[in-house]
């Protein structure tokens, strides 16, 4: 049976042509985060390990490999604003990946309009059908196992203001598949979006989860 499993530690090697780990912890959703420093420069970037981790209050969380300067960023002013990134918007998205230096404002880069947000200070971006205000809860340096500490630094925030573009709701219900979120996916190049044909529902068998 353990010859139909391909095995590997990842301290060893995975022996694969890509490592497949983040292929398999697919597809994910992306922390599009918006953010400034102290003295208000702006940065906006996206990281794909991303999601969300709390409902009642509703917490959200990236990890950047490195302390780049959303992470600083957001140590020094404690806020941030997460962007829902959709097909329509991709490119754009994409285009605020580049390695700039810290002088550069991504907004301007990709082609983006800053509008004021309600609650933080931090502006969001005011094409995204859906943006997140967000506070600073907690900034984690990752270790191993073993106790080694990482050059990654999980940011969690707690959603303080939520902003929806009103074609997203149907009778007072977010519909999902209508706003054509991507994905992040294994390799260097691929994402994903969803839509209605690959919808399935299922009953929970009893009503304790959310």
Same mark, same amino acid.
Request: proline residues 15%; neutral net charge; contains cysteine.
């Given at each position: 049976m353990t010859e139909s499993f391909h095995f590997y530690e990842p301290r060893k090697g995975h022996g694969l042509p890509?490592?497949?780990f983040k292929a398999i912890i697919a597809p994910r959703p992306i922390g599009w985060v918006s953010s400034q420093n102290a003295e208000g420069g702006l940065n906006l970037a996206p990281y794909s390990f991303f999601n969300a981790f709390c409902a009642a209050p509703p917490i959200i969380g990236f990890a950047s490999a490195g302390w780049k300067d959303s992470v600083a960023n957001i140590e020094a002013t404690g806020e941030f604003c997460w962007h829902l990134a959709t097909q *329509?918007? /991709?490119e754009k998205m994409n285009t605020s990946s580049a390695s700039v230096g810290a002088d550069v404002d991504e907004f301007a880069l990709a082609?983006?309009? *800053? /509008? /004021?947000?309600?609650v933080v200070k931090v502006p969001r971006v005011l094409e995204a059908p859906v943006s997140f205000e967000?506070?600073?809860t907690?900034?984690?340096q990752l270790q191993s196992a073993d106790g080694e500490k990482l050059d990654t630094w999980l940011v969690m925030g707690e959603v303080v203001g939520v902003h929806i573009d009103q074609h997203l709701l149907e009778d007072g219900i977010y519909q999902t598949a209508a706003a054509e979120p991507i994905l992040r996916s294994g390799g260097p190049t691929t994402y994903y979006t969803i839509n209605e044909s690959v919808r399935f529902d299922m009953e929970r068998p009893d009503n304790s989860g959310q």
């Open positions: 890509h490592d497949p *329509p918007l /991709a082609g983006l309009t *800053p /509008a /004021a947000s309600n967000c506070r600073l907690q900034l984690i």
